[in-house]
C-alpha cells in the first residue's frame, strides 16, 4: 500500500541536496520514502491524505536520553532553584531508587516517556544504561532499552557507586565482566569524562575496551567545565561528543577535523542554570551539531525535542533552520544513521505533520504542542 501526503505547504526534507520545498507532496510505500516533489507531480499513490498546507519534517532523533531509571529528583531541583549548584552528585540517589525497582517497573516507566517522545515529534531515541552500575543492573537496564530501540547504549561508566572498593576496581569492572555482561544488548559505549567521574587514562581505557567489544564509542565531554573530553572524541574517533558546554578553539578544531557531532543539550543548561553552549561557534567552524533532550530524572527531565530546539534559537544562537536540522539530520548524524532524520527517496517514512505552516513555530510558539500527526516507517501512530 502506497500513500500520497499531499498539500504539504512547506517539506523540509533534512537532505542536503534538497532541503525545503514548498507546495510539497510525499509518497511513501513499504515503510520507505518513495517519492518527494512539487504538488501535482506525484506518480499516484493507493491513498491520498491532504495535509491541508501543513509543514512536513522528518521524526525527530534524540540521539541523547536516560530513559531506564526509577524514582525522581525533586529535591535537588528544588535545592538548585534556590542557588545550590549542580555537581552531578544526584547520580547516585537516582542508582539506588533504580536497583531497588523491578524490571516490570523500569519497562513501564522507559514505556512511558518513550511515549511521551513520540507524541512531540520524535521517532528515534537512543536510551542508556549508567543508573545500575552492578554488572546486573546495567545488563538488565539495557535489555528493557533494547525493547524500545536499537540504539542503546553502554553507560557503566556514569559514575564510580559508592559501594566500589576503589575508582580502579570499578573501572577493572567496567571494562570486564560488566562489559562482557552488557555489550550483546548495546550498540554504543560511553563514559562521562568529567571532574567527578572518569579522568583522561580512565576514559581512554573503557573506550578502548568498549571498542575491542564491538561497541561503537561515543562520550559526555566537557560539560562542567574545560576537560579532555572533546580531545578524546576526536582522538578514537567517536560518533558524538556531548554537552561540549566548556570548549577551546583547540577542542572545536579537533571535532571538525575528525568530524565527530557536537551533541548539545539545552535542556541540561535550563535545569541546571549553567551557561548553554555556543552552537554558533561550533556550526561556523564547520562541526556538525546535533540536537537531542538528555533525557533523565536529575539535570533534564524534559522528554521534548521541541522544547530543545526553542531554546537553541533562544540561547545558543541558532536559526530556526539550524536548530531542526539538528534535531533531525544531526542527531542522525550522531548515531551514525542515514534512514532517518530524512525524507529523502530511501529513507525510513518516519514524519511529523506540524500544525503550522512552517518548522519556524517550532521556537516561534515555545510550548504548544504543533505535533498534528506523528507517522513511523509510513504508518501514523499519532
Known sequence: MSTLLDR???LYTGDPEREEIEDAAIVVEDGRVVWTGTAGADPGADERVDVGGRCVIPGFVDSHAHLVFAGDRTA???ARMSGEPYTAGGIRTTVAATRAAGDALLAERTAALVTEMLAQGTTTVEIKSGYGLTVEDERRSLEIARRFTRETTYLGAHVVPPDAPSADDYVRMVTGEMLEACAPYA?????????????????REILLAGTKAGLLPRIHANQLG???GAQIAAEMGA???DHCTHLTDEDVSAL???????TLLPGAEFSTRSPYPDARRLLDAGVTVALATDCNPGSSFTSSMPFCLALAVREMRMTPLEAVRAATYG???ALRRDDVGTLRVGARADLVILDAPSYVHLAYRPGVPLAAQVWKEGHRLV
Not at 554504543?188 to 567521574?197: H, K, N, P, T
Not at 571538525?256 to 557536537?262: D, F, K, L, P, R
Open 8 to 10: 504539504i505547504g512547506l
Open 76 to 78: 535537588e531541583f528544588t
Open 187 to 203: 550498540r554504543w559505549v560511553d563514559v562521562f569524562c568529567e571532574r567527578g567521574a572518569f579522568d583522561a587514562d580512565q576514559t
Open 226 to 228: 574545560n576537560g579532555p
Open 239 to 241: 560518533a558524538s561528543a
Open 256 to 262: 571538525s577535523s575528525a568530524g565527530v557531532v557536537a
Open 331 to 333: 542527531g542522525a548524524m
